[in-house]
């Protein structure tokens, strides 16, 4: 699965800025997709992640009320997910990650098993000044 991340840039503190996340290859096997957020001197942390079948959305916290993700939006072999970033504060200036969680099931012997893979975008930097 390759990701490919759009939308990051620079605002000023109540603004808005939305992100895109374009997920090619291998497709078909996508369980998730989502977000994730590094700033400087911190973890990588959950933003929002979404699931492809029933679209039931997970949202951090500190995002709540002022992020929406949407629908995985599935066209042919790439599927799309969006980030609407509202009412944005200093402190969610990041690098905001695509990420996407593939999931596939087999039989080994009379035994089933689940592998998962996780999969990252290269990261697009959301400033946001005060």
């Known amino acids: 699965v390759q990701l490919v991340e759009s939308g990051g840039g620079w605002v000023q503190t109540g603004g808005s800025l939305r992100l895109s996340c374009t997920a090619s290859e291998n497709t078909s096997s996508i369980h998730m997709m989502g977000w994730y957020r590094q700033a400087p001197g911190n973890q990588r942390e959950l933003v929002a992640t979404i699931t492809s079948a029933d679209n039931n959305a997970d949202y951090a916290n500190s995002v709540e009320g002022r992020f929406t993700i949407s629908p995985i939006s599935k066209d042919s072999a790439k599927h799309t997910v969006y980030l609407q970033m509202d009412s944005l504060k200093p402190e969610d200036t990041a690098v905001y990650f695509c990420?996407?969680?593939?999931?596939?099931?087999?039989?080994?012997?009379?035994?089933?098993?689940?592998?998962?893979?996780?999969?990252w975008g290269q990261g697009t930097q959301v400033t946001v000044s005060s």
């Open positions: 990420y996407a969680l593939t999931r596939t099931f087999r039989f080994e012997g009379t035994h089933g098993r689940r592998d998962d893979y996780e999969y």
